[in-house]
């Protein structure tokens, strides 16, 4: 898994990812992506699959299906840190919310007073699924991740 610039860990389901993740034997090379600061995005299961009482990579733990089950699921716009004002049309299936977090952990969503967009240092992660919109903004907001990421290594190159 090397020469990556960032990693995307996506929604699905957590128990069936972290199986995956166990069979393929993927940990390792997932850990050694997170050890050196690689950006990763986390949505709704890759959320899950982040937590503190999963791969760890986030000081959190999310609530699995929080929202409810599918009947449950639902969009609604939501207001984002660092979009700008214009709300983001959020997509939540099944969707898990952040249940609790360490200090370190920058809330960029709440819905409902529950925080659903989170970024712990190199990982960004989130309840919904960005996918399945149009609206490029939360993808930007890794992206810029993975560009100043790559422009660290640069330098620390030199
Ligand atoms: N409820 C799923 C889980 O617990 C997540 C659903 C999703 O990724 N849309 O893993």
Not at 18 to 45: M, N, V, W, Y
Not at 56 to 85: C, M, P, Y
Request: proline fraction near 6%.
């Amino acid at each position: 898994m090397t020469g990556l610039d960032g990693l995307v860990i996506p929604g699905g389901e957590s128990t069936t990812i972290t199986k995956g993740i166990e069979s393929a034997g993927l940990e390792p090379a997932l850990r050694a992506h997170h050890d050196q600061g690689l950006p990763i995005l986390g949505t709704c299961a890759g959320m899950i699959v982040c937590d503190a009482e999963h791969l760890g990579f986030i000081d959190a733990t999310a609530k699995r299906n929080a929202f409810g089950r599918q009947l449950q699921s639902f969009e609604a716009d939501i207001a984002v840190e660092g979009i700008g004002d214009e709300p983001l049309r959020a997509v939540f299936i099944r969707a898990p919310w952040v249940e609790s977090h360490g200090p370190g952990v920058e809330v960029l969503s709440s819905y409902e007073g529950h925080p659903v967009a989170i970024r712990d240092g190199s990982v960004l992660a989130c309840a919904f699924h960005p996918e399945l919109t149009e609206d490029p903004r939360f993808h930007a907001i890794f992206m810029a991740m993975t560009t100043s990421s790559r422009s660290r290594a640069k330098e620390e190159a030199r």
